[in-house]
């Protein structure tokens, strides 16, 4: 089964697809990735990179014990500070990062169900919805920076970093200096 990744931009942007196959990964315009996800039956394993801008993500003070303890639909409360949307309308994952320490990430339900749907009767196997971000590599030395066009994407470590807009990438760089 071939691997099919999917970014899904910010508003008015176009999506970018990379198809991987045994010879290579070969980059995909915005017609060429309709053209493929259309075709009944696409045996296609697909990854989806949603804006990080879509997202909360917070690193969350709770032991790995009080983690197990917490049944799946109280993840959310552990972002109640971080957000003004209801907690009850989000969708979160968790990463326990120490013992004393979890990265919680959350989108909206109903966001989250508009993004996957068109995968659902293709023929194709959604495997993974990961926030763009997660594009950039770990720099275990300090941070990793990539601007495209306007956008700007900042990993400061292995666990987070934000979506900007590329003018503001100056400031923020200028001010960690």
Not at 27 to 54: F, K, Q, W, Y
Not at 89 to 100: F, G, I, K, N
Not at 109 to 127: A, C, D, H, V
């Amino acid at each position: 089964m071939d691997n099919l990744y999917i970014r899904i931009p910010a508003l008015g942007s176009l999506w970018q697809g990379w198809y991987q196959k045994e010879q290579g990964i070969i980059p995909l315009s915005e017609s060429d990735l309709e053209a493929m996800m259309s075709r009944a039956g696409a045996n296609l394993r697909v990854t989806l990179l949603i804006p990080s801008t879509d997202c909360v993500m917070s690193p969350v003070a709770i032991s790995r014990q009080q983690l197990k303890q917490i049944d799946a639909k109280d993840v959310p409360f552990l972002l109640e500070d971080q957000t003004l949307s209801p907690v009850e309308q989000l969708h979160c994952v968790y990463e326990p990062l120490s013992d004393a320490q979890a990265l919680v990430l959350g989108i909206q339900q109903q966001q989250l169900q508009s993004l996957i749907e068109p995968f659902k009767n293709n023929g194709s196997e959604l495997i993974a919805v990961i926030p763009d971000l997660f594009l950039l590599p770990h720099n275990a030395q300090g941070w990793s920076l990539m601007v495209d066009g306007s956008d700007c994407w900042l990993r400061v470590n292995q666990w987070f970093g934000m979506r900007l807009e590329a003018r503001s990438a100056l400031a923020l760089l200028q001010s960690a200096w």
